[in-house]
């Protein structure tokens, strides 16, 4: 979730970047990512409200969410019903949603981790495919992998366990000093700078991402 976008007018001429027409001396700003809105232009693509000044939630092609369309809009887990606010890890199999924790093996209940395969038992249970082999080493049911949701990391600042660790990027693997900001998805921290796709090298704060394997990856990339 980002804060409401401040004012800095530019010196030479702009445009808004939602209706293109070029600001006036006197029109009021919002800038948002070196791009300017006219306040009433910078608005939830839901319920059209305007966003300035206020909490909102990036989204894909250039739109964004106030909180109340966020998290009114959230999908919710086939498992525990609970809904999956942005920011959340989760996964997606047949349109239908989970949260990471909750898309457990049927037989041994254990999590089937992100990117594993698994194995549809066809009645909307799942199992891992250590419990779904027979002593022949057939399958029952149909194997998958899950489609894993893009999630928004966040920017804050880094702070040492109660062993008075430091994260280490998971990126370099360099450590994360405490008197810096760095970038945080799911479990994981980045250097600000690491904090990038690894397939486009596309910065990734505001920008919805996921863990593929050991990379993290864009929205577009993945």
């Known amino acids: 979730m980002s804060g409401g976008p401040t004012t800095n007018r530019p010196l030479t001429k702009t445009h808004c970047e939602a209706c293109r027409k070029v600001f006036t001396p006197r029109d009021a700003m919002q800038i948002y990512q070196d791009r300017y809105y006219h306040p009433q232009c910078f608005c939830c693509s839901q319920c059209g409200n305007t966003l300035a000044g206020r909490p909102f939630y990036p989204k894909p092609n250039n739109q964004f969410q106030c ?6 809009l959230a999908p919710i887990c086939c498992m525990c019903n609970g809904k999956i606010p942005s920011g959340t890890t989760a996964k997606r199999f047949k349109d239908r949603h989970y949260h990471s924790d909750c898309f457990r093996c049927c037989k041994c209940m254990a999590v089937i981790p992100d990117g594993h395969n698994f194995v549809d038992m066809l009645d909307g249970r799942y199992q891992c495919l250590t419990c779904s082999k027979h002593i022949t080493g057939m399958y029952q049911g149909k194997e998958h992998a899950p489609h894993l949701d893009n999630s928004y990391g966040e920017v804050m600042p880094v702070q040492c366990d109660q062993a008075g660790r430091i994260p280490i990027c998971d990126k370099c693997t360099r450590p994360v000093p405490t008197a810096e900001e760095a970038f945080r998805h799911d479990t ?3 250097h600000l700078d690491c904090a990038r796709c690894n397939r486009c090298r596309r910065k990734l704060i505001n920008v919805p ?3 593929l394997g050991s990379a993290l990856v864009c929205y577009t990339c993945s």
């Open 67 to 72: 909180e109340n369309c966020n998290n009114a």
């Open 188 to 190: 994981r921290y980045y």
């Open 209 to 211: 991402c996921r863990k």
